[in-house]
């Protein structure tokens, strides 16, 4: 099913024209009455009764918004021209917005990748972009809408991981712009068959769930710390080997390999502790 284009009359001149018209046929009809000419009063009746019927053709048409025509049961067009239009009187008309929504799910409860249960959420932006399908080819456009997009979230929080754990991997924290357009392709999927289009979709919410939260957070404390610390000992080794190497190239000192070691493991503890280094002054000899 199809949105097909249904051409209209402009309503307000056809209004004109039926009330002209009406007032004629109600002037014959008042002037057929007393010659009791009873062929003319029925048929000036008839024609009164269709004018009348044919007012009930007129209805409006709103920016951004489109009138489904249907025909005992047939569809037989969609009317997007704004204003007062005018159609067969027989036609059921049913509005259908154009205009761009947008919506929040739900927090929903899900398993991420590695099996820990996360909490999500997300806007989607969405517009009607074929006004047939969406009547005609679901039950309940809007409704269809929520519950595929919740469908969609699911799925896609189901196939990443919360946190990053390799160098390159996407993750559900770190790379918000490539999971939101996984969540879209995944919807424009979905919504295709309702003349639906998906616009934007972002991430709102998202964290672990409560009864894992503590635990979470402890295991991310850890890992920054380890990262820290890796970071530290790679910039202290560094700096020992530029100092060791300044010393050497200017001549300051001469040292053996023991007075080499001792002095690297007193770099290291100087740059690596977490404290402020106490220095002891040594005015004797080194040995």
């Not at 059921?92 to 249960?117: H, I, M, W, Y």
């Not at 635990?215 to 560094?238: D, F, P, S, T, Y």
Request: aromatic share 6%; net charge negative; proline share 3%.
């Amino acid at each position: 099913m199809k949105e097909q284009d249904r051409n209209s009359l402009p309503g307000i001149p056809t209004l004109l024209i039926l009330i002209a018209l009406i007032l004629g046929a109600g002037a014959m009809l008042l002037g057929a009455l007393p010659e009791q000419a009873t062929g003319r009063v029925i048929l000036w009746m008839l024609v009164e009764a269709v004018l009348i019927t044919a007012l009930f053709g007129l209805y409006m048409v709103e920016p951004n918004q489109a009138a489904v025509l249907t025909l005992f049961g047939k569809y037989v067009g969609t009317v997007k021209a704004q204003g007062l239009r005018w159609n067969n009187p027989f036609f059921a008309k049913k509005k259908v917005s154009l205009r761009v929504r947008n919506f929040e799910t739900g927090k929903l409860k899900v398993n991420e990748q590695d099996g820990s249960p996360i909490e999500i959420a997300a806007v989607v932006v969405w517009k009607v972009v074929d006004s047939a399908e969406a009547v005609f080819n679901v039950d309940d456009y809007e409704s269809f809408v929520h519950v595929q997009s919740e469908a969609a979230l699911r799925a896609m929080a189901s196939s990443y991981p919360y946190d990053q754990h390799e160098a390159g991997q996407i993750s559900l924290r770190s790379h918000a712009s490539e999971i939101s357009l996984d969540l879209k392709t995944q919807l424009d999927e979905r919504l295709a068959p309702a003349g639906v289009d998906v616009l934007e979709t972002r991430i709102s919410h998202l964290a672990y769930a409560p009864e894992i939260a503590q635990a979470m957070l402890q295991r991310q404390q850890a890992n920054a710390v380890v990262a820290a610390r890796a970071r530290i000992v790679e910039g202290a080794v560094g700096m020992v080997e530029l100092a060791l190497n300044r010393l050497k190239a200017q001549s300051v000192v001469d040292l053996d390999e023991e007075r080499r070691a001792a002095m690297v493991s007193n770099l290291l503890v100087v740059l690596c502790a977490d404290r402020a280094a106490t220095p002891v002054v040594n005015t004797g000899s080194l040995y």
